[in-house]
């Protein structure tokens, strides 16, 4: 069966026939094509599908779109602001913290979500809102780093 929905994902109104067994994941990547989410497990235990979904974070992977609807969506692409780098994207370049790349639209998206909801996080905020985040290639040293350097310019 298909349902209508109308979101707001990065910004911009969108209104969409779509599925009712169609993940917000797929619904992203297919009809939207923001391909920067990814599908890493598919069971939401990985966090490369998160996005920001009415001020939380979510695996994109275990919503239906259906569920969206209504909603206001940020992915990867709408944290970057008039092609200008956030903070935290920049500290992610500058303390090599991306490798494959794979994760770290996720942890990007929850860094940047953990820094809406309150500007100087302690490290073990950090590490919660970075909790099911898996990262292959960094070690998360890097990651810790990239997240704790923002903040350590939010205090300055």
């Known amino acids: ?11 911009h109104p969108v209104e969409k026939w779509i599925k009712s067994s169609t993940t917000l994941l797929d619904f992203l990547r297919n ?3 923001l391909t920067g989410i990814k599908e890493g497990c598919g069971v939401g235990e990985c966090g490369a599908c998160t996005v920001i979904m009415n ?10 779109a259906v569920e969206a609807d209504g ?6 692409e709408g944290i ?9 994207q920049k500290a992610f370049v500058e303390k090599g913290a991306v490798q494959c790349g794979f994760c770290i639209p996720g942890f990007v998206t929850a860094g940047e979500n953990l820094l809406q909801r309150k500007e100087n996080p302690t490290r073990e905020e950090i590490i919660e809102a970075f ?5 292959r290639c960094t070690g998360y040293v890097q990651i810790m780093e990239a997240m704790e350097s923002v903040t350590e310019d939010n205090k300055g």
Do not use: P, Q
């Open 131 to 135: 909790s099911g985040h898996l990262c």
């Open 31 to 33: 009809k939207l094509d």
């Open 80 to 88: 970057a602001k008039d092609g200008e780098l956030s903070n935290i």
């Open 1 to 11: 069966m298909d349902h209508k929905i109308n979101l707001t994902v990065n910004g």
């Open 55 to 64: 001020g939380k974070t979510v695996r994109s992977c275990l919503v239906l």
């Open 71 to 76: 909603a206001e969506i940020t992915t990867i």
